[in-house]
């Protein structure tokens, strides 16, 4: 899911940054959870490590490229499968990078209101391929359904792409690219008035809380069934990729210098043994996003409830 | 969907008209859509065009039900205080606590480019001047003396009331408003931004801050540029 850049300049949160040079620096992207671990991490290097850090905002590849240049050395959240290469490259190839070995448990699929369900009689992701039932989701008149797939800048948006062709329903319906919020504020539009709505939905998320979501069936996931070509390397990426069942199993893990082995072995030591879970990760989600509370303080308060876990992560 | 003034019951839908808008934050392709309204009296879906808007309006005093201010169950995660503008339904939404929003009927453009994307309140301003943009002068000469502006009332097309839309701290001359022409909510008549009728745009000023939230949905991008 959510990968690259920042989607609006509105939308982001500030950080602040300290003008002395931090021993650590982590990276912080542009969604809640992640930028709740990641000041989770860096009040938790400062207080029980007295490691100075430094929060530094950048897009999810910017903060994967600058660990692996050296100018950062945390990421709170990488997503697999989607930067497997990146992670490979860095990690088994320029062995730069080290990934926690705790993963979280995480999900990307095609979702749809349970009432949208009943409304509509969808029930599969290949259904959005067929014009009679893609049309149940025109709200522009074009004839042609529409489905949010993604932020413009995450590298999900580009696999979405390639799944939407491959099912055949890039030809049904309009494929749309939005900040996160633009799109959530059209399914609570669409919940209010009772009309039927699909949109691409990745979980641990606060979205499956606010609404009864349901999760489109799919194939499972078959990797003779995926061939992922980027549109960065090849302008006929999407005629070479090939995507046409469920995304594999998903799953997230702090990523971090493998210099700080060698120069903070307590930092690296603390990086690797965090262990968070989905309820976790959707307890942040929420209580930044629905509850409206700042980051800083959501972190803060997690620490405070966790303090036996982060006891045993900086043994 | 509900009762109607003077036994006359209107169902809502919608129809397309296709309009082609020009997408903020790069993406979505959103249109325009036109009102249908049922009359159960004649058994038959009824276009909500300007003149049968007018007709109604003049016969009930009021647009119908379903665009008149009410309060309607909204879960979201936006805050209370931020509005969410859904062009194509002819709604706007304003956050309330407890799962609750406002929901008002707007006029929007009726063709044109339209856009979506977040954008905040700037600045607002009672009974607003209006001054017609250079375009409006070249396609309507009656509006080249007020070039120098018009002053607010209750002739001016802007209304009782504006909020100005800003991207960061510059204005994107979309505004949401009010209008002299208060049977037009529900269609995609007006000549620019969003408007409501005069008591509506009241009610929301009087609700909304300066640095309010606005989201404009992808699907419900036919605003129209300027004034």
């Not at chain 2, 009359?39 to 003049?58: G, I, L, S």
Request: net charge negative; proline share 6%.
């Amino acid at each position: 899911m959510r990968i690259g850049a920042a989607a609006i300049g509105l939308t982001i949160a500030s950080f602040s940054c300290p003008a002395h040079a931090a021993d650590v620096v982590i990276g912080v992207p542009a969604w809640p959870s992640a930028q709740v671990t990641a000041h989770i991490i860096a009040d938790t290097l400062k207080d029980r490590l007295g490691i100075e850090t430094e929060l530094r905002e950048r897009g999810t590849l910017t903060i994967l490229s600058e660990v692996g240049r050296g100018n950062i050395q945390v990421h709170p959240e990488v997503w697999l499968p989607n930067l497997t290469d990146l992670v490979e490259k860095l990690a088994e190839q320029e062995k730069v990078l080290r990934l926690s070995p705790h993963g979280v448990a995480a999900t990307q699929n095609i979702c749809a209101t349970r009432e949208t369900l009943d409304q509509t009689g969808i029930k599969a992701v290949a259904d959005l391929a067929k014009p009679e039932m893609a049309a149940k989701f025109d709200s522009d008149g074009d004839g042609k359904g529409e489905i949010w797939i993604g932020a413009p800048t995450w590298s999900s948006t580009e696999i979405e792409k390639i799944r939407a062709h491959s099912y055949g329903y890039d030809r049904t319906m309009t494929l749309l690219e939005m900040p996160e919020d633009v799109a959530m504020a059209g399914v609570d539009a669409a919940v209010s008035l009772g009309r039927p709505i699909v949109f691409y939905c990745y979980g641990p998320h606060h979205v499956f809380q606010l609404h009864d979501v349901v999760m489109l069936e799919e194939p499972p996931y078959d990797p003779s069934r995926w061939t992922l070509v980027k549109r960065a390397e090849d302008s006929a990426w999407l005629e070479k990729s090939h995507a046409d069942t469920a995304w594999d199993a998903s799953e997230f893990h702090v990523a971090y210098a493998a210099s700080l082995e060698t120069e903070r072995p307590d930092a690296a030591s603390f990086l690797s043994a965090i262990e968070l879970g989905p309820e976790d990760i959707t307890a942040m989600s929420y209580a930044v996003v629905v509850e409206g509370r700042p980051v800083e303080d959501v972190a803060k308060d997690w620490i405070a409830q966790n303090e036996d876990r982060i006891g045993e992560w900086t043994k | 969907m509900t009762g109607m003034p003077g036994g006359l019951r209107a169902v809502l839908k919608w129809m397309p008209s296709a309009v082609g808008v020009l997408v903020l934050a790069g993406a979505a392709l959103a249109q325009a859509f036109e009102t249908q309204i049922y009359d159960p009296n004649t058994r038959q879906w009824v276009d909500y065009t300007p003149k049968a808007a007018a007709r109604f309006y003049n016969r009930h005093g009021q647009s119908p039900k379903e665009f008149r201010r009410q309060v309607v169950q909204f879960r979201t995660a936006e805050k209370p205080g931020t509005i969410i503008i859904d062009g194509d339904r002819h709604f706007l939404y304003l956050v309330q606590p407890n799962f609750q929003a406002i929901r008002y009927g707007i006029g929007v453009g009726r063709d044109g480019f339209g856009w979506a994307g977040i954008v905040k309140v700037g600045r607002k301003q009672e009974w607003p001047t209006w001054t017609p943009p250079p375009e409006m002068i070249a396609r309507d000469p009656e509006s080249a003396k007020w070039a120098g502006g018009m002053p607010g009332g209750p002739d001016n097309p802007l209304g009782a009331r504006a909020m100005y839309l800003y991207v960061g701290n510059k204005d994107s001359i979309y505004r949401i408003h009010g209008t002299n022409q208060p049977w037009t909510i529900g269609l995609n008549i007006s000549s620019g931004c969003i408007r409501l009728n005069n008591e509506d745009v009241s009610d929301l000023y009087s609700r909304v801050e300066v640095g309010a939230k606005v989201i404009v949905l992808m699907q419900g991008a036919a605003l129209y540029k300027g004034v």
